[in-house]
């Protein structure tokens, strides 16, 4: 499902990030982590998923978007893993407890992923080349790098 289909507040970072997703962004599903992606530190899901797709060798894609958080009760810029077909969000960095403190699934819990899957060697170059780890946020430190991966 594209992104514009389904309910994405505007402005919710920059008109570079509002225009990336409207045009390549899509919906995915959030699903549990498969026994190959480990859980990494809360607050840090761009480099927890960059350095995870960049081991996985092909097998994950780096997503860059938006999540919507029923904790937060708001719309986050996160980042996320897809495999080849584009459909399944894996998160490595957050996690949804039922009322006994075990993990259930994101998607059950009502969390909603929105973002645009990137070429994992341009999205890595981008963050070698201006030392920042998202693109959405830090697009202007490298505007040619930047507009490279959205071709």
Not at 114 to 132: C, H, Q, S
Request: glycine content about 6%; overall charge positive; aromatic content about 14%.
């Amino acid at each position: 499902m594209k992104a514009e289909q389904i309910y994405v507040p505007d402005n919710l970072l920059n008109k570079f990030t509002d225009k990336q997703i409207k045009k390549h962004g899509r919906h995915f599903i959030a699903v549990e982590l498969p026994d190959d992606i480990k859980r990494g530190k809360f607050g840090r899901c761009f480099d927890n998923s960059l350095i995870t797709a960049v081991r996985s060798k092909g097998k994950y894609r780096y997503v860059e978007g938006f999540a919507y958080s029923p904790p937060m009760e708001k719309w986050v810029h996160h980042a996320w893993l897809t495999d080849e077909l584009g459909i399944l969000a894996y998160d490595p960095t957050w996690l949804a407890l039922d009322v006994n403190q075990k993990e259930k699934g994101l998607n059950e819990a009502g969390f909603i992923f929105v973002g645009v899957p990137m070429d994992t060697e341009k999205i890595a170059n981008f963050v070698l080349g201006t030392e920042y780890s998202s693109v959405f946020r830090h697009y202007k430190k490298n505007k040619k790098l930047a507009n490279k991966i959205f071709v």
